[in-house]
């Protein structure tokens, strides 16, 4: 059973932001560049929540997917388009900006984790928010394995200053949130609005579906 909580860890991709538009523009950049057919957005979102590396390998065509040099390529042109082009089409959904300054008026300590590199995390996270919205924000770095490894979680439950893991909630949109929260030993909360349904959040355990912006009244 869900119990309302200080201390928080959002996702950014599908669940603060929706960023689909921008990441299919930078991989059909990489694409186009080597060569190869462009995919659409449906194809792309098929593609994510693993890490950056992996979303390339994934979107590359399959009979190549395992040439790491050419992976390595397809990253390095990939990055550095994504990189300039991060913030072009993303968007706060709608509800996330008051929802978020809620809690922030009502005392939560907030975070974002995401598994896209931590540059491009921090990019994103400082053109959609006020400066000091966020505690914590940590995108990967190679400090910490991708989510749902639960090492970055428990960084940042510790940086937050929670006095246990279970007193800290997970808020994300993904199959790779809600084991995050369970790996981590934090309650899983999804999102009604983003990549994955929220069937799938619920079958993985998600205690709480908030579904718009009143919704943020429950969670703390």
């Given at each position: 059973m869900f119990k309302p909580a200080k201390y928080f860890i959002f996702d950014l991709d599908g669940t603060l932001a929706y960023t689909i538009s921008d990441l299919t523009d930078a991989m059909n950049y990489m694409l186009s560049s080597l060569g190869f057919p462009e995919i659409d957005e449906d194809r792309a979102l098929k593609g994510i929540n693993n890490g950056s590396r992996k979303f390339v390998?994934?979107?590359?065509?399959?009979?190549?997917s395992n040439d790491e040099k050419l992976v390595d390529r397809a990253f390095e042109i990939y990055s550095s388009y994504y990189s300039g082009h991060c913030t072009v089409k993303t968007f706060l959904y709608p509800g996330v900006a008051d929802g978020i300054g809620y809690l922030k008026r009502s005392g939560a300590c907030l975070a974002v984790?995401?598994?896209?590199?931590?540059?491009?995390?921090?990019?994103?996270?400082?053109?959609?928010?006020?400066?000091?919205?966020f505690d914590v924000v940590l995108?990967?770095?190679g400090r910490f394995p991708h989510k749902p490894d639960p090492a970055g979680a428990l960084f940042i439950a510790e940086s937050l200053g929670a006095p246990a893991p279970a007193c800290v909630t997970v808020v994300g949109d993904s199959d790779m949130d809600m084991?995050?929260?369970?790996?981590?030993?934090?309650?899983?909360?999804?999102?009604?609005?983003?990549?994955?349904?929220?069937?799938?959040?619920?079958?993985?355990?998600?205690?709480?579906?908030?579904?718009?912006?009143?919704?943020?009244?429950?969670?703390?």
């Amino acid at each position: 059973m869900f119990k309302p909580a200080k201390y928080f860890i959002f996702d950014l991709d599908g669940t603060l932001a929706y960023t689909i538009s921008d990441l299919t523009d930078a991989m059909n950049y990489m694409l186009s560049s080597l060569g190869f057919p462009e995919i659409d957005e449906d194809r792309a979102l098929k593609g994510i929540n693993n890490g950056s590396r992996k979303f390339v390998q994934r979107c590359l065509p399959p009979d190549l997917s395992n040439d790491e040099k050419l992976v390595d390529r397809a990253f390095e042109i990939y990055s550095s388009y994504y990189s300039g082009h991060c913030t072009v089409k993303t968007f706060l959904y709608p509800g996330v900006a008051d929802g978020i300054g809620y809690l922030k008026r009502s005392g939560a300590c907030l975070a974002v984790f995401s598994n896209k590199d931590d540059r491009q995390t921090n990019e994103i996270t400082g053109s959609l928010f006020p400066q000091g919205t966020f505690d914590v924000v940590l995108g990967y770095t190679g400090r910490f394995p991708h989510k749902p490894d639960p090492a970055g979680a428990l960084f940042i439950a510790e940086s937050l200053g929670a006095p246990a893991p279970a007193c800290v909630t997970v808020v994300g949109d993904s199959d790779m949130d809600m084991l995050l929260a369970r790996n981590a030993g934090m309650q899983p909360v999804g999102v009604g609005w983003g990549y994955r349904p929220a069937s799938l959040l619920r079958s993985l355990g998600a205690e709480l579906i908030i579904r718009n912006e009143e919704d943020y009244k429950l969670l703390i």
